[in-house]
């Protein structure tokens, strides 16, 4: 029987339940966090020496811009209706989290689409943010959707990185033949999907712009405090990623951590964000992001069917077989990840795992609940 929804106090006051008293098998649970442990990913903790190696491709343009800070050891967390079933390792290291910071950046994108700040995900963002990154005669036509959805195709350059440093990124188990960085003609907004970094860190600007607030700060007052995380997190963009809004200098935020930079934070603050998510925007009796919000960042791509709107989607189990088809997830580099399940109404987050093993990971899980 399926216990009354339960929402974690402040702090520590997240309640425990042994496995069993939530219907979870306690033997294949242990087994998950076993994997976990047994399967760390091959990074050094250097975090710099593997961004740096991992952007040697790139060339000048690999610069690092932002701040980077050398990781923790692999831990996790599970939740089962709201409740903490499993946690292993340090969950309240404050570490980088990569390409989980897109995620946050959607949850900003769906305040700013339930206040009316962005009024039509499908209009195009040069009708509110004219500040000459959507001129024609090719970004344009580029709307709110194509930006969240990773199909933008913009074209230009944004702290000194330019959208070709990204062409042909391999994310997400697509295939590309093509060489990373490697120029190639621009499709139609909304006709192709890439994984680019720049046009993410596009999206955080017209963001700010529509905002007209530092995107941490919105962040942590509409999303952060309601749902009683930690105030240890941190939100960093580049050393030349700051822009001025109404006479005072505020730093634009990256999507990610490809050139450092990106959303810090601890493993108990992820499973809370994942935990709103699940629950479909609300927290206790708050509804801080709309249904609606939640049914548009978990809806196929047209040209993705495994992506949303800055959210990983398992559509037909393609991603992650063994686990639901319903399953979403926020994942980032190392391997950093967010399952949200609504089909066992679990949250599961992970840190520092062999980026192989995700599967495996989640599956163990999956397997564990009755």
């Given at each position: 029987?399926?216990?009354?929804?339960?929402?974690?106090?402040?702090?520590?006051?997240?309640?425990?339940?042994?496995?069993?008293?939530?219907?979870?098998?306690?033997?294949r649970?242990?087994?998950?966090?076993?994997?976990?442990?047994?399967?760390?990913?091959?990074?050094?903790?250097?975090?710099?020496?593997?961004?740096?190696?991992?952007?040697?491709?790139?060339?000048?343009?690999?610069?690092?811009?932002?701040?980077?800070?050398?990781?923790?050891?692999?831990?996790?967390?599970?939740?089962?209706?709201?409740?903490?079933?499993?946690?292993?390792?340090?969950?309240?290291?404050?570490?980088?989290?990569?390409?989980?910071?897109k995620?946050?950046?959607?949850?900003?994108a769906g305040?700013?689409?339930?206040?009316?700040?962005?009024?039509?995900?499908?209009?195009?963002?040069?009708?509110?943010?004219?500040?000459?990154?959507?001129?024609?005669?090719?970004?344009?036509?580029?709307?709110?959707r194509?930006?969240?959805?990773?199909?933008?195709?913009?074209?230009?350059?944004?702290?000194d990185?330019?959208d070709?440093?990204?062409?042909?990124?391999?994310?997400?188990?697509?295939?590309?033949?093509?060489?990373?960085?490697?120029?190639?003609?621009?499709?139609?907004?909304?006709?192709?999907?890439?994984?680019?970094?720049?046009?993410?860190n596009?999206?955080?600007?017209?963001?700010?712009?529509?905002?007209?607030?530092?995107?941490?700060?919105?962040?942590?007052?509409?999303?952060?405090?309601?749902?009683?995380a930690?105030?240890?997190?941190?939100?960093?963009?580049?050393?030349?990623?700051?822009?001025?809004?109404?006479?005072?200098?505020?730093?634009?935020?990256?999507?990610?951590?490809?050139?450092?930079?990106?959303?810090?934070?601890?493993?108990?603050?992820?499973?809370?964000?994942?935990?709103?998510?699940?629950?479909?925007?609300?927290?206790?009796?708050?509804?801080?992001?709309?249904?609606?919000?939640?049914?548009?960042?978990?809806?196929?791509?047209?040209?993705?069917?495994?992506?949303?709107?800055?959210?990983?989607?398992?559509?037909?189990?393609?991603?992650?077989?063994?686990?639901?088809?319903?399953?979403?997830?926020?994942?980032?580099?190392?391997?950093?990840?967010?399952?949200?399940?609504?089909?066992?109404?679990?949250?599961?987050?992970?840190?520092?795992?062999?980026?192989?093993?995700?599967?495996?990971?989640?599956?163990?899980?999956?397997?564990?609940?009755?």
């Amino acid at each position: 029987m399926r216990l009354p929804d339960y929402f974690p106090g402040p702090g520590d006051a997240w309640e425990h339940r042994s496995p069993e008293q939530v219907g979870v098998d306690p033997n294949r649970l242990a087994e998950a966090v076993a994997f976990s442990e047994a399967h760390e990913t091959p990074w050094p903790r250097d975090l710099g020496a593997a961004i740096a190696e991992n952007t040697r491709v790139e060339g000048p343009l690999g610069e690092i811009l932002g701040p980077v800070k050398e990781r923790g050891g692999v831990n996790g967390l599970v939740v089962r209706h709201g409740y903490i079933v499993a946690e292993w390792g340090d969950t309240s290291r404050v570490d980088m989290t990569f390409s989980i910071s897109k995620s946050y950046l959607s949850a900003l994108a769906g305040l700013a689409f339930d206040r009316g700040i962005v009024r039509d995900l499908d209009a195009p963002v040069r009708e509110t943010v004219d500040d000459g990154g959507f001129d024609p005669p090719h970004n344009h036509t580029i709307t709110w959707r194509h930006l969240l959805q990773l199909t933008s195709e913009w074209s230009g350059t944004l702290w000194d990185k330019p959208d070709v440093v990204d062409h042909n990124r391999a994310a997400g188990g697509i295939r590309i033949d093509a060489a990373k960085g490697k120029e190639r003609a621009l499709h139609a907004p909304g006709t192709h999907w890439e994984y680019n970094d720049v046009r993410v860190n596009r999206l955080a600007l017209a963001l700010l712009r529509r905002w007209r607030r530092p995107l941490p700060e919105v962040l942590q007052e509409s999303i952060m405090d309601p749902i009683d995380a930690s105030p240890s997190w941190e939100w960093h963009g580049y050393r030349n990623s700051y822009v001025e809004i109404d006479g005072r200098k505020v730093q634009s935020v990256s999507g990610g951590g490809h050139w450092g930079g990106g959303v810090w934070i601890g493993t108990r603050d992820h499973a809370r964000f994942g935990y709103l998510h699940l629950r479909r925007g609300r927290w206790g009796a708050r509804q801080i992001l709309s249904e609606a919000w939640i049914d548009t960042v978990t809806a196929p791509t047209d040209v993705n069917a495994g992506y949303g709107c800055l959210w990983w989607l398992n559509t037909d189990r393609a991603r992650f077989p063994s686990a639901p088809a319903s399953t979403f997830a926020a994942l980032g580099w190392g391997s950093n990840a967010i399952f949200a399940l609504p089909e066992h109404d679990v949250v599961a987050v992970v840190r520092w795992l062999h980026p192989s093993h995700l599967d495996g990971f989640i599956g163990r899980v999956v397997a564990a609940v009755r």
